[in-house]
């Protein structure tokens, strides 16, 4: 039977060097050919005319479906979830697969199989989190996981029931560089939130705008720089994920310069929000951004946009994860919740390419269209072993293509909401480009902002130690 074709004419494309208007010509699920003028009777014609022709986002740091410590699920499911990638300009994905003290690891990973198999509508990697680091989990399972594509690792250095001790995290980074494996941090010293959480706490400070109080900069800076000599000591490169500040930035500048081998990404939230929309009139109002590391000052937004421009920062993710505005997710405490009892995060899959798009578009940073290929595709997928499938216009890369319209005025709002949290942490924003259609493998799975996939057609793509890094 002969493969389907697929022919996208007169777009202005990203190649890894240049923007510059070509055709692209699909054969199957693959890029076939790229140059101008292309002559092919293909089964399907898209005129791409003053439009951008990108590679699909790959978000590498999302919750999807995920338990969390307090054995809460978060409100989404793999189809609603990556249903909001999609719409999004979002191909892949890399959730979590979350092991707590007592799991088998090898079990976890099988049971979110499972779950994604059943929903994914776009493709996805694992990482996987290790809250339990039993010598069996770390001697036995971890390696037979890292053969079978599972090479990505994550670890916390705070909240009671994830975080694990620096002789945990030292044998997670040699057994991780001697199966060819990345780890992922998220790095705060749990120390000081916690004494600052009981000093606000003590002090009947129980409003959302405190969340920000109790996760102190600092803290931060120190996990920083102590994550940073492990990473340094072992010889193990390690993603930093959401840095947050610009005092973080500053630690990553500086152990960079001293040639320190490791990543570090930023979010979407961290660059295009702030701290004042956790106080609100109507104190709850505020929970919708309660995400860890919290969201700060406009200082720390400037200071990160910078970091990206300098190339000191890698990529931006959305750390989508979503906690249903009612009872089921942000209230589970109930209706009057302190901070501390607010699950922390907020939905981000849906917005993060639109809203970084535009912030460029519109010339708000020197970073350019293909600094943001770059930041939201490229290098995610080269970090972990995705590149060259993903991540790239290229011949013999996957056919994961994001058509995007930049003349399309569209008004956030939380009637577009199609994960589970049922509120827009970015309502109001006024974007000027959005997805006129998204192809993923050669398929077309939005198009014009209804969805066309197949509940379950996303595929599982393994994670490698990546020879580009």
């Known amino acids: 039977m002969p493969q389907k074709s697929l022919l996208i004419k007169n777009g202005t494309v990203a190649h890894s060097d240049k923007l510059d208007e070509s055709d692209i010509l699909v054969l199957g699920e693959t890029i076939a050919q790229i140059e101008k003028n292309i002559s092919f009777d293909a089964d399907r014609v898209i005129d791409a005319s003053n439009m951008l022709v990108l590679p699909g986002g790959v978000d590498s740091h999302c919750h999807i479906e995920q338990r969390s410590a307090s054995g809460l699920i978060n409100s989404d499911t793999f189809y609603t979830g990556t249903h909001a990638a999609a719409l999004g300009g979002n191909t892949s994905v890399i959730p979590f697969a979350a092991q707590y003290d007592g799991d088998s690891l090898i079990k976890v990973v099988e049971d979110y199989h499972q779950l994604a198999n059943k929903g994914a509508l776009v493709d996805y990697s694992m990482h996987m989190i290790i809250a339990g680091p039993s010598q069996n989990v770390i001697n036995e399972e971890l390696p037979k996981l890292i053969k079978e594509g599972h090479s990505s690792i994550k670890i916390f250095m705070t909240y009671d029931r994830l975080r694990i001790d620096d002789k945990s995290i030292l044998e997670i980074l040699n057994k991780a560089k001697e199966n060819g494996a990345m780890v992922s941090v998220h790095a705060e010293n749990h120390e000081m939130i916690t004494n600052k959480v009981t000093e606000l706490l003590n002090s009947e400070c129980y409003h959302p705008k405190y969340h920000t109080d109790s996760h102190p900069v600092e803290g931060e800076v120190d996990a920083f720089e102590r994550i940073i000599k492990m990473s340094e000591v072992t010889e193990q490169?390690?993603?930093?994920?959401?840095?947050?500040?610009?005092?973080?930035?500053?630690?990553?500048?500086?152990?960079?310069?001293?040639?320190?081998?490791?990543?570090?990404?930023?979010?979407?939230?961290?660059?295009?929000?702030?701290?004042?929309?956790?106080?609100?009139?109507?104190?709850?109002?505020?929970?919708?951004?309660?995400?860890?590391?919290?969201?700060?000052?406009?200082?720390?937004?400037?200071?990160?946009?910078?970091?990206?421009?300098?190339?000191?920062?890698?990529?931006?993710?959305?750390?989508?994860?979503?906690?249903?505005?009612?009872?089921?997710?942000?209230?589970?405490?109930?209706?009057?919740?302190?901070?501390?009892?607010?699950?922390?995060?907020?939905?981000?899959?849906?917005?993060?390419?639109?809203?970084?798009?535009?912030?460029?578009?519109?010339?708000?940073?020197?970073?350019?269209?293909?600094?943001?290929?770059?930041?939201?595709?490229?290098?995610?997928?080269?970090?972990?072993?995705?590149?060259?499938?993903?991540?790239?216009?290229?011949?013999?890369?996957?056919?994961?293509?994001?058509?995007?319209?930049?003349?399309?005025?569209?008004?956030?709002?939380d009637s577009m909401v199609v994960d589970g949290s049922k509120y827009n942490p970015y309502k109001d924003f006024k974007v000027t480009c959005w997805p006129k259609e998204v192809i993923l493998r050669g398929n077309t799975i939005v198009e014009d902002n209804d969805l066309k996939a197949d509940q379950g057609s996303g595929k599982f793509i393994p994670t490698a130690l990546s020879e580009y890094i």
């Open 237 to 413: 490169p390690i993603m930093i994920f959401h840095v947050s500040s610009e005092k973080g930035l500053s630690v990553i500048r500086d152990a960079k310069k001293r040639g320190v081998h490791f990543f570090a990404e930023t979010c979407t939230q961290y660059l295009t929000l702030n701290s004042k929309l956790l106080d609100q009139e109507i104190v709850t109002d505020g929970a919708k951004w309660i995400c860890s590391p919290p969201i700060r000052d406009k200082n720390d937004s400037v200071a990160l946009w910078s970091g990206l421009e300098d190339n000191i920062l890698d990529c931006v993710t959305s750390d989508h994860a979503p906690y249903s505005f009612d009872s089921e997710g942000k209230f589970f405490k109930g209706n009057n919740p302190n901070f501390k009892e607010i699950p922390n995060g907020m939905p981000g899959l849906h917005w993060r390419l639109p809203v970084i798009l535009d912030h460029i578009l519109q010339k708000k940073s020197k970073l350019s269209i293909l600094d943001f290929v770059r930041i939201t595709s490229t290098t995610p997928a080269k970090i972990y072993g995705l590149f060259p499938k993903k991540g790239q216009i290229n011949i013999g890369s996957d056919a994961d293509i994001v058509i995007w319209d930049t003349n399309k005025n569209m008004l956030l709002s």
